[in-house]
């Protein structure tokens, strides 16, 4: 006999500015158990020394995390000079230290190195993957990885803040696979000063931000459910097609559907709807929609 879900159907997004200390799959845990949830994730580990936004997904629209997981994300962060540690921040120990301090003059001018198109080798300590294990895993099982460098494109790094001669504060703003702590460790280094990251948050991940979003405490609140946001919050970037009601079910099995009005370029992600009630997301191709993912939200809507 099947295996009965627990939870019960709810459909949305939680946008929460999570405090430090807290793990990405904690907060999920503690909002779905909030909510009754039965089907939950986010879109973006933040390292639980870090805070700021993390968007918790629910019921269909987990089908949507992939557009929140690959936008445009972000941060701001302060770097202290004078030393490198294992981790590229100040969980980690100490490799390598130094005595030269830059000015802001000097932090200036190494800043258009680290924008538009570059290369990025991830942290030793990082999600990234080698020979099917983690390379956190690895790393502190004692390994020394070669990690290749990956493609990465900043569209903003600026210098905010210098407290003092041994740190700096920036903010960034990167595409998919960003590592802020390989970007402080790579500036330390051109900088000749060494660098890690000491504190981190994420400011915005594609359509959202932190204004209105939940607190810590917020995530065992009765009134959670009020917070959520609707599925098609994470496609605010993404083309709208109205679909005729009589033509949904086409939708809702699957099948592609030339839609009425609609003027897309072969191969543009767009979403459909039937009366502002997501149907299904899809790529437009030959004049019709076809669908990657249904959304079925019944009366949990």
């Known amino acids: 006999m099947a295996r009965k879900r627990r939870g019960r159907p709810v459909h949305g997004w ?23 949830a039965d089907k939950a994730g986010h879109a973006g580990t933040l390292d639980p020394g870090a805070t700021g936004l993390l968007a918790l997904a629910f019921g269909e ?29 100040a969980e980690g120990a100490p490799i390598a230290t130094s005595a030269l301090r830059p000015d802001r003059a000097a932090i200036e001018a190494a800043l258009p190195a680290f924008t538009g198109d570059i290369l990025q080798i991830p942290p030793q300590v990082s999600a990234v993957k080698v020979d099917g294990e983690r390379a956190y895993a690895l790393a502190r099982a004692g ?31 990167c595409g998919k696979g960003g590592y802020v702590r390989s970007i402080a460790r790579d500036l330390g280094g051109r900088l000749g000063c060494l660098g890690h990251v000491v504190a981190l948050r994420r400011l915005a991940t594609g359509p959202f931000d932190l204004d209105g979003a939940a607190t810590w405490d917020d995530l065992a609140a009765p009134d959670l459910p009020q ?18 009601p009589a033509l949904a079910t086409r939708l809702l099995n699957g099948n592609p559907l030339a839609l009425p009005g609609a003027q897309l370029a072969d191969g543009a992600t767009a ?5 502002g009630v997501p149907l299904a997301v899809g790529t437009w191709r030959a004049g019709a929609l076809h669908p990657s993912r249904v959304f079925v939200l019944g009366d949990a809507r």
């Open 227 to 244: 917070r959520l946001l609707p599925l098609e919050a994470a496609l605010a970037d993404v083309p709208e097609l109205p679909c005729p």
């Open 61 to 89: 629209a987990t089908k949507t995390v992939p557009f929140i997981a690959d936008a445009t994300k972000s941060y701001r962060f302060t770097v202290r000079w004078g030393s490198a540690t294992t981790t590229d921040d």
């Open 143 to 173: 390994e020394t990885l070669d990690l290749a460098p990956r493609p990465l494109h900043v569209a903003r790094l600026v210098l905010v803040d210098q407290p003092d001669a041994d740190t700096a504060s920036f903010e960034m703003t």
């Open 14 to 36: 939680l946008i929460l500015d999570k405090p430090a200390g807290v793990t990405s799959a904690h907060a999920v845990a503690r909002a779905k158990r909030t909510l009754d």
């Open 271 to 275: 979403w459909a709807s039937r009366n």
